[in-house]
């Protein structure tokens, strides 16, 4: 069974400050995606990661991928209070749409 | 508009009675998805759809059916409301020609059984 963990659970954190989430995953996939959701409000994609190695970045936000270690890293640089949300990493345990797992959120708070 | 639509997008009933939500999409997957969610449990599956004549069960589909009554349509029942049916519910669509397999969500469905 595909299991989905994500560290921290709950992150308040001051502006202009760095951070990392982290995604482990159970079995062996070269899928993975980052959702944010605002309270309230629907799942908004923000990164697709479908190789091992696959790093891409947005804004201050940054999301990597590394298949063997079953981990993905969402990083975020000088944090401002826009970003304030909860994170989901979410992971295609059979690349094909069958096994969509998600983890169970990482809540952020930036404050001023 | 919403390219996933859910209706309603509150609704409040009793213990017992049938409710029915639904799911349109004019994106034109081939794929939906039926996801519930609850504080600190992230979004867990409850059936998901290839297409007009696929039905699967997801991780907990116990106490739910769906009808996928067109390829852009699919609704989620609950025969009987319990109140640990309270939650968040959300519709999503993939598309299986599309090479990401990334899930594109509907606004939520917010369900409170009393």
């Known amino acids: 069974e595909l299991k989905v963990e994500q560290n921290p659970l709950f992150l308040s954190m001051q502006e202009g400050k760095n951070y990392t989430i982290y995604c482990n995953y159970s079995?062996?996939?070269?899928?993975l995606y980052w959702y944010r959701q605002d309270p309230g409000k629907s799942l908004e994609s923000l990164f697709v990661?479908?190789?091992?190695?696959a790093v891409k970045q947005e804004g201050r936000l940054m999301a990597s991928l590394d298949t063997k270690a079953r981990l993905s890293t969402l990083h975020i640089t000088a944090a401002v209070h826009d970003l304030s949300a909860t994170y989901f990493c979410?992971?295609?345990?059979?690349?094909?749409?069958?096994?969509?797992?998600f983890g169970p959120g990482t809540r952020l708070s930036v404050l001023p | 508009d919403a390219d996933v639509t859910q209706t309603p997008r509150n609704r409040i009933t009793k213990t017992g009675k049938r409710i029915m939500l639904e799911c349109s999409q004019t994106?034109?997957?081939?794929?939906m998805y039926w996801y519930r969610q609850d504080p600190g449990l992230g979004l867990r599956l409850i059936y998901y759809s290839f297409d007009v004549k696929d039905i699967n069960k997801g991780e907990i589909s116990d106490g739910y059916s769906v009808s996928r009554q067109a390829q852009a349509k699919f609704s989620l029942s609950l025969e009987s409301a319990i109140p640990n049916q309270t939650a968040l519910y959300f519709c999503?669509?993939?598309?299986?020609?599309?090479?990401?397999?990334?899930?594109?969500f509907g606004e939520g469905s917010r369900l409170t059984v009393l």
């Open positions: 979410a992971v295609d345990g059979d690349n094909y749409g069958q096994n969509f797992v």
């Open positions: 994106k034109g997957h081939d794929r």
């Open positions: 990661l479908l190789s091992n190695g």
């Open positions: 999503a669509t993939s598309d299986l020609g599309q090479s990401t397999g990334e899930l594109f």
């Open positions: 079995t062996t996939s070269d899928r």
